[in-house]
């Protein structure tokens, strides 16, 4: 039994408490917020949770051996080197930091004090984004050509942190974790601030990977429709993964190849009259049973701290993550 505080709890944290809550493997003792607001919110549905304004009062506190953070990314990083330096395990909802310094200072007390630095990229616990790796993996896709992401709705806007910071993130640890963590070879992103000064509503991002791989990712809060999809382009096979379709996976059984041709000096595959051959077969949309993603990542969490499971979304993970949305500019 791991005994757990929570820091913030606004529009994320009460999914991160409900689950803490849930897991019979932790119990959460205290949650921090400094609006009265939400610590009435939480005083009501869990009158057995302490809860205060002061994070002092979980810091100090002994007892707590790891600490959730759910506060807006500005936050993360003081509120990480804290409960580090006080000996407490953390788990830090996405992106870890600001920057690359940030997380790598994150990195290094948390090895010294021996301790668990997890960041909350939720979708690497989604039964659907870990079948489409299962797929990249086993080469049923054949060579991966190209991936586009779009992450659109209209809201939530922030005022911390512009549509890439917020939204991307989740696009960006999908596509690391599909390919395995490559290091990009250019990064580049185009937005538009329209509603508010110096933050992008929609912003377009291009990255481009070794092996001529390109991921285009599209966010936005300023769309009329919420979608989440990606699309997986293959040499073999397609994939389109939408999250809000009730068979959130397709595969298209469909590609294009150049066709082999017997020429005059027994090639056969002629450069100058390329023929090719379309595929377009059945399309599959595999049975793929749903889990909370939050109580994955959650007893991810927990096996870390308990069991010493290396972490899936540790500091390398976050570390890339954040290099990658820093290493753009307009
Ligand atoms: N994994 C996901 O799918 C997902 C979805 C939404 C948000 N998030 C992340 O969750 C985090 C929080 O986002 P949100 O939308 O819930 O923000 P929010 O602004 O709605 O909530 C933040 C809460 O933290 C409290 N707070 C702020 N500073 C604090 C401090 N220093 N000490 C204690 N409490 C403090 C605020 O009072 C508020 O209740 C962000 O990092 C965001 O990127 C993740």
Not at 121 to 147: P, S
């Amino acid at each position: 039994m791991v005994n757990i505080a929570q820091i913030g709890v606004g529009y994320w944290g009460p999914n991160l408490l409900r689950n803490l809550v849930a897991n019979q493997r932790c119990k959460v003792l205290a949650s921090v917020d400094i609006a009265d607001e939400r610590r009435k919110y939480v005083q009501g549905l869990y009158p057995a949770i302490c809860v205060t304004k002061d994070l002092d009062d979980i810091i100090n506190d002994s007892e707590v051996e790891a600490v959730i953070i759910a506060t807006p990314v500005a936050t993360h990083f003081d509120l990480a080197m804290k409960a580090l330096k006080a000996g407490k395990h953390i788990l830090v909802e996405k992106p870890l930091a600001r920057s690359v310094v940030e997380v790598e200072e994150i990195g290094r007390l948390a090895r010294a004090h021996h301790r668990v630095a997890m960041v909350g990229h939720t979708f690497l616990f989604n039964t659907a984004v870990r079948y489409v790796k299962k797929l990249i993996d086993t080469g049923e896709l054949g060579n991966i050509r190209y991936i586009y992401c779009q992450r659109l709705n209209l809201g939530r806007i922030r005022s911390d942190v512009d549509a890439l910071w917020n939204l991307a993130p989740h696009d960006i640890s999908i596509i690391q974790y599909w390919l395995d963590n490559p290091t990009p070879l250019s990064v580049s992103r185009r937005g538009v601030d329209i509603i508010q000064n110096g933050i992008d509503d929609v912003v377009f991002m291009n990255i481009l990977y070794p092996n001529k791989i390109m991921a285009n990712i599209h966010v936005s809060w300023l769309d009329p429709n919420k979608v989440r999809s990606i699309t997986v382009v293959g040499s073999k096979k397609m994939v389109v993964y939408d999250d809000m379709a009730d068979n959130k996976i397709a595969i298209y059984d469909k590609g294009i190849d150049r066709k082999a041709v017997l020429g005059e000096n027994m090639d056969y595959d002629n450069q100058h009259f390329p023929v090719f051959n379309y595929r377009s077969g059945d399309v599959l949309m595999p049975r793929v049973d749903f889990q909370e993603p939050l109580r994955v990542e959650i007893d991810h969490f927990l096996d870390c701290i308990e069991h010493g499971v290396e972490c899936i979304t540790g500091i390398e993970h976050a570390k890339k993550v954040v290099e990658i949305l820093a290493a753009t500019v307009n």
